[in-house]
């Protein structure tokens, strides 16, 4: 202790220049580390004048986080390292390497811009070269990407053969990198940490003894929020001291040596592959919550005074000059240069090249590989085994080829696996279980438990789990238990999973596959096993969706939905997994159906039938009846793709019937219909012999009661109604 006291009063001229100065660097070092810090408040300084002249559109600022940032940069290895940064993380990203005009870039919405090309605010970093992940605005989702991230290093060290590159999939474009010791770094304020996400990923963390470090940059408000009306007790450290393995840091954020020390700790503790680790950073926020905020309101004069005070900036500047390594005119030579790299960087993101409107759907799917491409238009190769096989045991079958072709395929999920107790198992005591369904039955004895394993029962964990896997290349089969949980996960996939490609304009991809069983017809299923929304997520792009209605139909989609390069909802109708409809004999292991291509289930002349999922069999029912008592051919068309659908089939077939209804399974009204039935309206008015007709459930959640739930869900009788009805126009 003496000798650092000793260490720290030496003055400058008595040292040499790699001589350890405090928390293990040298003068230099330290001088860097100051240099760092008051770029980024300059940068924050000139993003602010420019936001003022308007040439910027929005504003949020480092400024009190950058001792704690530079720290927490200076003691992570960029490029081998992973980030999941906080949108206050300017001084951070500076230190790993990204320079101030890649980050005006950003503010003036460049083409150029490296982490979104002026699609993202300023502020939400993202860097393939320095592995800082693309961020979203929504707090607290990165935390569960930065598990998922960190599992997936883990994964590739065991399993090195799977990083290689493979011809024909999704693998033929993704550079996998890991290196066995790299750390994930995520941040967050403690107003977000009232997120479940957070703490859903502190759950993974300690069970799985993740190398991540946490930084939790303090600065005592989310917005207006103060501190104590996040977190009971007003401290972060103290809720969270039980959770096993973690390693705890509390800090004040402002002190750049002791920041820096608490941060080479936490980063060393998960570097030896110990568990992982919190650094809970206590620092000010002197610009407000953004430009679009004025803290006056809601904090004193005196709060304010108090604050200023403790200006990691101005510490750091007296403690260098106190420590006699800048002396006052070092100290200006070094922020004569810094405001002119600002100005130079500021200079050149205003005359950048802008984004020109035809690029705007760049990046919203794949570009390399699509999953309505030719190469998955393949032949079936019956094998000797002529078995009529359920839809259930050929999503197993298909399950099992790809996890045996693919070593970066892994399945987890709620009770997805045997047994997570595998010893009775492995002993041959046990069948185990495999889902709820057992659609994944039989794969954790066969793959092994790192390769099928059951999560948390939290549909976010899944997700963001598997975002960050997929983000480095691996390829996340994961099982949403019912349809009717999905929305937990909701927020991971409409602000995550559908948009990580877009908003980092083709730098990031999580390309995986969420298995969702779904839809009712089941007597008794009620509200909450019994449900449809698939319009929910068509509605969104980014996610491809897709519904087979038959057991052929769902292992040649699923194939192509793992193969592809796009996420994938693959929705399962559960009253169809084992209906005695549309069973088949196993295809062979590379039997794949590309999207967006219609199946017609009956060709017809007089009247079409647009569905999918569990109304196709009961549309088809309907159409033999108006054969029977009507004379009438119907045409029945299978979507099987959702998004993209088949608009050829579904036009040819229009062209040569006129008359069509739409029909599903899932409400009525801003249901999935509405849309086909506006597109037809709208460019196949003049072929059409009478008003396009839709059938769907009635505009309420289903009943537990079977005589309710029949006259709820749409049933081959009201097909037939809308059949009669339409053949009489
Ligand atoms: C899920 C979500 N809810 C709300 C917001 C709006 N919002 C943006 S920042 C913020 C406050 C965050 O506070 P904190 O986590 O303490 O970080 P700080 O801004 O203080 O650094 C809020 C409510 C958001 N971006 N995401």
Aim: glycine residues 8%; negative net charge.
């Amino acid at each position: 202790m003496l000798a650092h006291r000793n260490a720290l009063t030496m003055k400058v001229a008595e040292r040499s220049a790699d001589e350890p100065v405090a928390a293990g660097l040298s003068a230099p070092e330290l001088v860097e580390f100051y240099r760092l810090m008051y770029l980024s408040r300059r940068t924050d300084d000139r993003e602010i004048m420019l936001k003022r002249q308007q040439k910027i559109f929005f504003q949020v600022s480092c400024a009190g986080h950058e001792a704690l940032l530079v720290a927490a940069g200076m003691a992570m290895k960029p490029g081998y390292d992973w980030f999941f940064p906080y949108y206050r993380d300017r001084a951070l990203c500076l230190a790993l390497g990204n320079t101030v005009e890649e980050q005006l870039l950003q503010s003036v919405g460049a083409a150029d811009d490296p982490a979104s090309g002026g699609r993202q605010m300023p502020s939400h970093w993202a860097s393939r070269k320095l592995n800082i992940v693309s961020a979203s605005s929504s707090t607290a989702t990165q935390c569960l990407h930065a598990i998922g991230c960190a599992e997936a290093g883990r994964y590739f060290t065991h399993h090195p053969e799977a990083a290689a590159k493979v011809a024909g999939d999704y693998r033929e474009f993704k550079d996998v990198k890991f290196h066995g010791d790299e750390v994930v770094y995520v941040s967050i304020g403690e107003g977000a940490t009232s997120q479940g996400e957070f703490w859903e990923s502190l759950n993974t963390a300690s069970n799985s003894k993740l190398p991540v470090v946490y930084v939790i940059e303090d600065n005592g408000y989310a917005i207006s929020t103060p501190v104590e009306a996040n977190t009971p007790g007003g401290n972060i450290s103290r809720l969270i001291a039980n959770f096993p393995n973690f390693h705890f840091a509390e800090v004040d954020g402002t002190d750049a040596v002791a920041s820096h020390e608490a941060m080479v700790g936490a980063v060393a503790y998960c570097r030896a592959g110990l568990g992982p680790a919190v650094v809970h950073g206590h620092v000010t926020r002197p610009y407000s919550h953004s430009l679009s905020d004025d803290e006056r309101l809601y904090r004193s004069k005196e709060e304010l005074e108090a604050d200023s005070l403790r200006d990691p900036i101005l510490r750091m500047e007296m403690w260098l000059v106190r420590q006699g390594i800048l002396d006052a005119a070092g100290l200006n030579e070094l922020q004569r240069k810094v405001d002119e790299e600002v100005q130079r960087a500021s200079d050149r993101a205003q005359e950048a090249v802008l984004p020109k409107p035809d690029s705007i759907l760049l990046h919203v799917y794949s570009e390399d590989l699509k999953p309505t491409d030719a190469r998955f238009d393949t032949a079936v190769e019956f094998t000797a085994d002529q078995n009529e096989r359920t839809m259930l045991d050929l999503i197993n079958n298909c399950l099992r080829d790809e996890m045996e072709r693919d070593e970066r395929i892994v399945v987890f999920g709620e009770d997805v696996a045997d047994a997570t107790r595998d010893k009775d198992l492995r002993a041959g005591k046990i069948k185990g279980k495999g889902g709820v369904f057992k659609v994944t039955h039989g794969l954790q004895k066969e793959f092994g438990n790192d390769r099928v394993w059951n999560s948390p029962l939290a549909e976010a964990n899944i997700v963001g789990r598997a975002i960050g896997m997929a983000v480095r290349g691996m390829k996340p089969v994961v099982e949403i238990q019912f349809f009717d949980y999905i929305w937990p996960a909701m927020h991971q996939m409409r602000n995550e999973l559908a948009l990580m490609r877009w908003r980092s304009n083709g730098a990031f991809d999580c390309p995986l596959v969420m298995r969702v069983p779904t839809g009712g017809y089941l007597t008794g299923g009620s509200i909450y096993h019994s449900q449809s929304g698939e319009s929910i997520f068509t509605h969104t792009p980014g996610v491809r969706i897709v519904m087979p209605s038959n057991a052929l139909d769902a292992i040649g989609l699923l194939r192509t939905a793992i193969r592809c390069d796009d996420p994938v909802i693959f929705l399962e109708h559960k009253r169809l997994y084992r209906e005695t409809f549309g069973r088949s004999a196993y295809p062979g292991p590379n039997y794949s159906i590309p999207f967006g291509k219609a199946r017609i289930v009956k060709p017809g002349k007089d009247l079409t039938v647009i569905t999918y999922g569990a109304v196709v069999p009961r549309a088809l029912q309907a159409a033999q009846r108006m054969e029977r008592e009507h004379g009438k051919d119907v045409e029945i068309i299978d979507l099987r793709s959702l998004a993209p659908y088949d608009w050829e089939a579904i036009a040819e077939s229009v062209r040569k019937t006129s008359k069509v209804i739409v029909a599903h399974e899932d409400m009525l009204s801003w249901g999935y219909g509405a849309e086909i039935a506006a597109r037809i309206g709208d460019e196949l008015f003049h072929d059409l012999d009478g008003p396009v007709r839709r059938v769907g459930a009635m505009d309420t959640f289903v009943a537990y009661q079977p005589l309710l739930e029949d006259a709820i869900l749409p049933q081959a009788e009201h097909l037939f109604q809308a059949m009669v009805e339409l053949a009489a126009f």
